[in-house]
């Protein structure tokens, strides 16, 4: 069965003398590994070259057979970020996360609201420093972790109203990439904090 949907890559590494397997996260089908055949034409046209920081729109043929390495038939690029790089703290920054989603974002498992989300941050980490809005570091760092565990069913219920408030409008701006609440910085390192403390708690990778 021919599937589609977009990949966010985030390794890459030579497979015999010409292909590449790359692997990334998708909001279908969660992390992915792709075989990429590039001598292979595909619509008329061979692969593109591709590399991690890259998004692209991809059909494949979701019959992996026992190696969960799946076989394009179509891919194109739709967003590059890779300037991220150009930025050391971003660019170190950015890996961190990729390690981090590569652990433990499941196969198979669809993760919409977090590809959104790490799509959002990425283009944080390209725009500007003097755009309106921009989301610092932590506030990426507080975003991504608050949707997975919003997503996987993590995050608790407890605190007060406003405190829920807060924590349902900053999953809700991180998902649609629009201005997160206007607090102050230390409330997000604050927020990072006790996100990270639920990391821990769940056993979850860093």
Not at 159 to 173: L, W
Request: charged share 20%; with cysteine.
């Amino acid at each position: 069965m021919i599937s589609q949907t977009s990949i966010i890559i985030f390794s890459k590494k030579p497979y015999q003398e010409s292909d590449l397997i790359v692997n990334g996260i998708t909001p279908d089908y969660g992390r992915i590994s792709l075989l990429l055949h590039r001598g292979l034409k595909i619509a008329e046209k061979k692969f593109p070259s591709c590399d991690i920081f890259q998004e692209f729109d991809i059909m494949f043929d979701d019959r992996a057979g026992n190696s969960n390495i799946f076989k394009p038939t179509e891919f194109e690029l739709a967003t590059d970020f890779s300037s991220i790089a150009e930025n050391a703290k971003n660019f170190k920054f950015i890996g961190k996360i990729g390690s981090f989603l590569m652990k433990n974002v499941q196969e198979s498992l669809p993760a919409p609201f977090l590809y959104d989300t790490l799509r959002n941050v990425m283009i944080q980490l390209i725009i500007g420093d003097e755009t309106d809005g921009k989301w610092s570091l932590v506030q990426c760092a507080v975003a991504i972790k608050m949707v997975f565990l919003y997503e996987n069913g993590l995050l608790p219920s407890e605190g007060t109203p406003e405190q829920q408030e807060i924590i349902e409008n900053i999953i809700s701006s991180a998902i649609e990439g629009t201005l997160l609440p206007e607090l102050p910085q230390q409330y997000y390192t604050s927020l990072n904090q006790w996100l990270d403390a639920l990391f821990d708690y769940h056993k979850i990778q860093k």
